[in-house]
Each structure stands twice: as C-alpha cells, then as structure tokens.
C-alpha cells in the first residue's frame, strides 16, 4: 500500500492518542507534504505553551517525530502545489488542507499505483474522497 498522510494521522501517533491508524507503518511506502514537520512542530509547542507537554515532553515528541519523518518521504511544497492548492475543490476545505490535497493529486499523477489518502479529520476525508482517493483513517 502506497499512503499519503496528512498531519493529522502523525499527531495521533506523536501524541499517543486512542484511533491510530490501524495500518500505522505497514506501508510499502508513505508520503506526506513537507509542510507536516511545520504544523506537527506548531502543535508541540502550542502543547508545551499550554503546559500540556513539560520540558521531558517536548523532548521526547520532538525524538518521535524525528524518527517518524525519516519514514516517511517529504514531498517539497512547490510553486505548482500551491497553484493547485489555489483552484476549487470539490467540497470546504481549509488552507493546509488543500496543500495535502494538491500535493497528493499531484503525487497521485505522477504514480502508476494507487494511492490512499490517510487523515483523521472528517472533513479532509470527504474533500479526498470527492477528488477520488480511498481514504483510510
């Protein structure tokens, strides 16, 4: 399985929350925007301003997510992502929303093999799922 993740399924992962991805890291390969390293280090210390997460565990999130990154395959936010990004999309979708969107059609165009889309938010799996992905998560 070829799996394109969205920020939200790292979180849960990073973060220890209950509904992982039941298929967390039984991919044959696994993509994600780069802007993911931007929004999953937001949250951490968003987590660490709201004394959610001490010192201990800002340091142990940022090892997790160190290692989850180096699984996983960054792809570059490019001029041509954000100008996709820009266009209609088929249902309401967020700014970072549609730069994982259009990054995943863009990647999706560029591979011969079918590529799911993994997200835990409700609403980027109906925009994925109406631009034609089959959505785990």
Request: glycine share 2%.
């Amino acid at each position: 399985m070829i799996v394109y993740l969205d920020t939200s399924t790292v979180l849960r992962v990073l973060l220890r929350q209950r509904g992982t991805l039941r298929a967390w890291n039984r991919w044959s390969e696994a993509y994600s925007s780069e802007i993911l390293r931007v929004e999953s280090r937001r949250v951490v210390d968003r987590l660490r301003l709201e004394s959610i997460l001490d010192d201990e565990g800002v340091a142990l999130a940022h090892e997790e997510l160190a290692r989850i990154e180096r699984s996983i395959a960054l792809i570059r936010l490019s001029t041509h992502v954000l100008e996709r990004a820009a266009q209609p999309m088929p249902t309401v979708v967020k700014t970072l929303d549609a730069i994982h969107l259009a990054t995943a059609l863009l990647f999706r165009e560029s591979r011969r093999d079918e590529v799911e889309f993994a997200t835990h938010d409700v609403r980027q799996s109906t925009a994925a799922r109406a631009l034609g992905f089959r959505c785990v998560g």
